[in-house]
């Protein structure tokens, strides 16, 4: 057996994968939220996940995947900033991990998308001056997302202020 294998079957023997359950069921949600279902799954693995992550072998294992799912999950999540992948020194296979502060980042991030969004449903309203019902959804809408762009970034500066306070 390759030090890798050897590595990955200890991982797996040791009890490493743990809070299975719970994973897979914050996996079910954001699913069921809109996310598709491996990166969800991987994610929610990654976040369980013991210090240093999983490699690819360990993922599938945890998930009882194909490595092809793996891989096309964890691209997935990469290109989101949602996990990283390590390289370590004298280690043939990288390790996953989660992103810390991924989500936080995230939804600060989609400020430019609320703001523009609500400029084209503004445009929507505007298109609508003889529909009182559709202008009325419109405006609507275009206020709750100049809304979300306005406070995203200052929950989550509370939010990284309260875990500071904590960390204190």
Do not use: C
């Amino acid at each position: 057996m390759a030090d890798d294998e050897k590595a990955d079957a200890e991982a797996s023997d040791s009890g490493a994968h743990r809070a299975i359950q719970p994973a897979e069921q914050a996996a079910a949600m954001l699913t069921a939220a809109g996310m598709s279902r491996m990166p969800a799954r991987v994610m929610m693995a990654l976040v369980a996940a013991p210090d240093g992550g999983y490699t690819a072998a360990q993922i599938g294992d945890r998930l009882g995947v194909s490595a092809a799912a793996v891989s096309g999950a964890v691209r997935y999540l990469q290109q989101l900033h949602f996990i990283q992948r390590r390289s370590s020194p004298g280690d043939r296979r990288d390790r996953y991990e989660f992103v810390h502060d991924t989500f936080a980042s995230s939804m600060a991030g989609n400020v430019p998308v609320y703001t523009s969004l609500a400029g084209y449903i503004d445009d929507i309203a505007a298109q609508h001056g003889d529909d009182p019902g559709a202008q009325d959804r419109a405006v609507e809408l275009a206020e709750f997302f100049r809304y979300l762009a306005t406070r995203m970034p200052q929950i989550v500066e509370e939010w990284r202020a309260q875990r500071r306070d904590i960390a204190d």
